[in-house]
């Protein structure tokens, strides 16, 4: 195996960690809700309340039920790790915006109920990727952005307001409107394998004769004729 081989294993393998790691968290959480009969429900974010503010942290890491935590875990870990994959230098910094900002807005403009489930980051995510490629306008960003756009695409029905008490619309919306404010905030800083290249022909010495001497126009006549 190359080294350019083990790098690129060893950054995919990296990129995977970090999501493996909290859908852990968030599945022990399940399993304890579970077995305990537990309702973490009341650790979620509830608007305007100062006890509230707490699911800004914990929020994101409890599930209604079974059928919550399987839909969400599968675009939360994919979304994720192409984050970490694709733009390691901001994809922590990033991921950690959203997940505050997202809560917290919730917290500021939700309706008086308790929101919880990762729908919020993983909105957030898929904004972020697809608002990347708007802002950056490298061909590794657009093509991911379209990829991110074909697979999920229909999640974006989930920000139109309804009543529907088990749905939280607001933090589908909230996520999105924080995916593109974080895809801007951090659109400058551009990956190294997005530097721009100069063409090749730049870079390449040209053995070509020319029919006047390179320095004919940068030299004076009596530096010339010094040299001769």
């Known amino acids: ?3 350019t081989s083990q790098i690129e294993r060893s950054r995919f393998l990296r990129s995977l960690r970090f999501p493996l790691v909290l859908l852990a968290v968030m599945w022990g959480i399940h399993l304890i809700q579970f077995i305990t009969l537990m309702d973490f429900g009341s650790l979620g974010v509830y608007p305007r309340k100062p006890f509230g503010i707490r699911g800004i942290f914990l929020s994101p890491l409890i599930h209604g039920d079974w059928q919550h935590i399987i839909s969400n875990s599968p675009p939360f870990f994919v979304l994720t790790a192409l984050l970490l994959y694709f733009y390691p230098k901001v994809a922590m910094r990033s991921f950690i915006m959203i997940y505050l900002l997202t809560g917290l807005a919730v917290w500021l403009f939700g309706r008086n109920v308790f929101h ?10 898929v904004s972020f990727v697809f608002w990347t490629g708007v802002f950056r306008r490298s061909l590794r960003a657009i093509v991911l952005a379209l990829v991110v756009l074909f697979l999920y695409s229909g999640l974006f029905m989930g920000i139109v307001p309804n009543e529907q008490q088990n749905i939280s619309w607001e933090s589908h919306l909230m996520g999105a409107l924080v995916g593109v404010f974080t895809a801007y905030w951090y659109k400058g800083d551009i990956e190294q394998d997005e530097q721009a290249k100069p063409p090749s022909w730049e870079e390449e010495e040209s053995d070509r004769p020319y029919f006047l001497d390179r320095g004919t126009f940068d030299k004076t006549i009596a530096e010339r004729r010094e040299e001769e």
């Open 1 to 3: 195996m190359s080294v």
């Open 116 to 125: 919880i489930g990762a729908s919020g980051v993983i909105y957030g995510l």
